[in-house]
């Protein structure tokens, strides 16, 4: 007896378009299978992180916080995904876009215009793209496999916004925390709807729209899409393989550095140690959960925000750790990867004298 | 056939085999024998039923009817593995190798049993000095010719001691001198009473090499012969065919100005199975049809490739189209200036099987005039237009108006493939294998729109395996083998005997042809 993955003649588009939910439903089921092993009363847990964050003012502003960077980093790697280049580093572009746009403050402490603000946005951008540049130049020249080469520049970018933050870019008043100066006036970004939501949030949906438009109607849309499902059609259509994966290394490098310096020039307000619980990395489950449609994106960040949020009052209500939310992470991803191949294949039960693979 | 003496019977006998694929019989009523000690040669193009049949007595494929006979008893050969187990060894033309094992480690991948590195490196070094097939076990995989990578197959067969070799057409990928080393090793083996089952479709190979050889046309035996009282023109004419004369007159068009120049067209191999092309000269013109017949692996894609432009030639002035020379250009330059392309592959290259119609009427039709593009945005309702069009006016039949190019039948997407070049009227159109696996209803619609396009005054080059088909339309026909291209004979005056000899090789240039391959192999 053995299992195989037969290929299905037919996609169903309605099946398609199921799919997440079903993931979401599945994970939310069992979720409440681990609360109850747990001891927990499965239906409180389950309200506690899932909807109690949406019963507050507090919490909804907090959720757009979160929302935000995810959809920023999702989009972009959604766009990274449909033409197939794997960029698993968001984290590292996000963390240098961080350090780059920092630059203005601890450099400039005293400059205060609005071209501050736009400096260091401009700069966060280019510090994502250009650390982005890295895995596309090693793939594009040595064929080295980006998976490899993003993911393992996350822990460079890591290690050296610590040195920073630790050694030379550490706030001289600042009572040797590792942390640098205070940002201040143009150095923040303005908030919008109460005190909190920041302007992150808004460049985030435009991005998703700018996308959602480049990728259904423009001729750049149609390369990706090409790129990623027909390689030899899109090289006969007349695009270049290594021009595509330049511009979803940069672009996604791009969009996670913003999110980078929006994070730091929002919430935070200066430059710390840890930059990020782990967005970049997050927004890649955003991106496959969003259907790699910008449009889901947004409805995917918001879905994963609740995860983060759903941690932390799981945490304070129910007294299970805020690791919990990485769980449901990792479940929601798995369960989006398992509905996807079950659209695509279905499972066949081979029974009795099974053909053995032919060594060639 | 009544019960033979023990002792008396061959080794493997297979007998009225027929293989069935839906109504087209791969395999009709074959019947072969092989004794030990015997390099027997299947002979026949492509198509012919050569791969069927070896993969039947491989074990990969159970025959519609007939019967296998091993050593006198009749046997079912299940599965590849109960043919190793039997004695049947085979070296594939394209074979799998990790580039980043040893030789000993890929060996040791592929034999059952328990690992033992050491023992095996010196069984490996043993029979691979025995035979003549030098092999260092311990090199990776990754730094050797293919001729080599090659010789890891032929030792790992040697280690289970086969009683019948199979070898799919192993001199495609070598170089001479690899070839003759070969040569001496199939000898050698041969004297020590193992079989030897040779799938080739070079006469030159067959006469140096084979006992016996037993022709294919059509999945039919068409002769049994002993290759040393034939001569290549026998052997030529048989593996052709003597049944396809019906050379179609021509109505004698007006041929104009040169539109396709060639002029010493080099290009390197495609992957480790690729051929290169060397100096290839051709001129197409206004108004006539040239074909390029030849066995597939010939150099074929990498000609193609490097026409259409998705390789850039070696020179700019390689390749001239009208005046201009575009050997450097990409292919939506070369499209722009009037040229029209059709791949071999329908899907995955010629269109993306899960994009619509529309989408893949985008796909080479983005940047030559039909205004699909302006500044950056795609125009769908444009592209739809010319997909009905095309569907319209080429037949294609399709159960939406705007289906994914998948969903439609081979012959109708190739119609579809065809017509979107056709539709803009090219001046110069390059197609692969116009005709490869459809139906004969779309194989005239598209054969007779290429002979339209001609009469309307471009040039069209066609590169085809089918011989029919070229006969059926070109005015002049040249052959490629190992990247080689012969001169362009008119068509009234070529016999099919003369292209046989031609795609054979007979006018390969030897001299220069060693050095070009590049992958000599060192000891």
Known sequence: MKLILEKRPQRSAKMALLSPLLAIALTVFFGGVIFALLGLNPLRALYVYFLEPLTSWWSIQELVIKAAPLVLIGVGLAVCFEAKVWNIGAEGQLTMGALAGSMIPVFFTGWQSPLTLVAMLVLGIIGGALFGAIPAFLKTRFNANEILTSLMLVYVAGYLADWLVRGPWRDPDGFNFPKSVNFEGWQVLPTIFGDRIHIGAILAVAAALVLAFVMAKTLKGFEIRIMGNAPRAGMFSGFSPKKTVWFAMLLSGGLAGLAGICEIAGPAGHLQPLISPGYGFTAIIVAFLGRLNPIGVIFAGVMLAISYLGGESAQIDLGVSARISQVFQGMLLFFILACDTLILYRIKLLSGGSRKVTGA | ?523
């Not at chain 2, 030897?196 to 049994?224: F, M, N, Q, W």
């Not at chain 2, 104009?256 to 051929?275: C, E, K, M, S």
């Not at chain 2, 769908?380 to 998948?406: C, G, H, M, W, Y």
């Open chain 2, 1 to 523: 056939m009544p019960q033979e003496a023990q002792n008396a019977a061959p080794l493997l006998e297979v007998r009225n085999i027929t293989k069935m694929y839906g109504d087209l019989a791969a395999n009709s009523d074959v019947s072969l024998s092989i004794d030990e000690g015997e390099i027997h040669a299947l002979l026949g193009e492509n198509g012919a039923g050569k791969s069927t049949l070896v993969k039947v007595i491989y074990g990969s494929l159970q025959p519609t009817s007939g019967e296998v006979w091993w050593q006198g008893k009749k046997i079912t050969i299940a599965n590849p593995a109960a043919a190793r187990e039997l004695g049947v060894g085979m070296v594939f033309q394209h074979f799998s190798l990790f580039d980043a094992l040893t030789v000993a480690e890929n060996i040791a991948l592929a034999l059952p049993g328990k690992l033992d590195l050491a023992g095996l490196s010196e069984k490996i070094s043993r029979v691979s000095k025995d035979y003549g097939l030098p092999l260092e076990p311990t090199a990776h995989v990754a730094d050797l010719s293919v001729g080599e990578r090659q010789r890891i197959e032929i030792v790992r067969c040697l280690l289970q001691e086969p009683k019948l070799l199979i070898m799919d057409e192993p001199t495609a990928v070598l170089t001479p001198q690899e070839a003759d080393q070969l040569f001496l090793t199939l000898d050698r083996l041969a004297e020590e009473g193992c079989a030897v089952l040779y799938i080739s479709h070079r006469l030159d190979e067959i006469k140096r090499l084979c006992h016996h050889a037993t022709i294919l046309r059509h999945g039919k035996v068409v002769a049994d012969v002993d290759p040393q009282e034939e001569t290549a023109n026998s052997l030529a004419s048989l593996m052709v065919g003597a049944d396809i004369h019906t050379i179609s007159a021509k109505s004698g068009r007006e041929t104009g100005a040169v539109i396709l120049g060639i002029n010493n067209l080099n290009a390197p191999a495609d992957g480790p199975f690729g051929v290169a092309l060397k100096n290839i000269q051709l001129d197409v013109r206004a108004g006539e049809i040239v074909a390029v017949a030849g066995v597939a692996g010939n150099g074929q894609g990498e000609f193609f490739d490097a026409l259409s432009g998705e390789v850039a030639a070696n020179t700019s002035q390689a390749v001239k189209f009208l005046d201009t020379e575009v050997g450097h250009l990409g292919i939506i330059k070369r499209r722009k200036l009037g040229a029209a392309f059709v791949p071999e592959e329908r899907l995955g290259h010629g269109a993306v099987p899960e994009f619509s119609l529309s989408d893949n009427v985008i796909l080479t039709r983005h940047a030559t005039g039909d205004d699909i593009v302006a500044s950056g945005v795609v125009k769908n309702v444009i592209a739809d237009d010319i997909q009905t069009r095309i569907s319209d006016d080429f037949d294609v039949r399709k159960a939406l108006p705007d289906p994914e190019a998948r969903s439609l039948s081979g012959g109708n997407l190739q119609k579809f493939v065809v017509g979107r070049e056709l539709d803009r009227d090219p001046k110069l159109l390059v197609i692969n294998q116009p005709t490869w696996g459809v139906d004969a209803g779309a194989a005239a619609l598209i054969r007779q729109a290429i002979i339209d396009l001609a009469a309307r005054g471009s040039a069209v080059l066609i590169i085809s395996q089918d011989l029919d088909e070229i006969f059926e339309v070109a005015d002049r026909i040249a052959v490629v083998s190992r990247g080689q291209l012969s001169d362009a004979r008119p068509a009234t005056e070529l016999s099919l005997e003369e292209i046989g000899m031609m795609m054979a090789g007979s006018h390969e240039k030897n001299s220069d042809h060693d050095s070009d391959r590049g992958e000599v192999a060192s000891a």
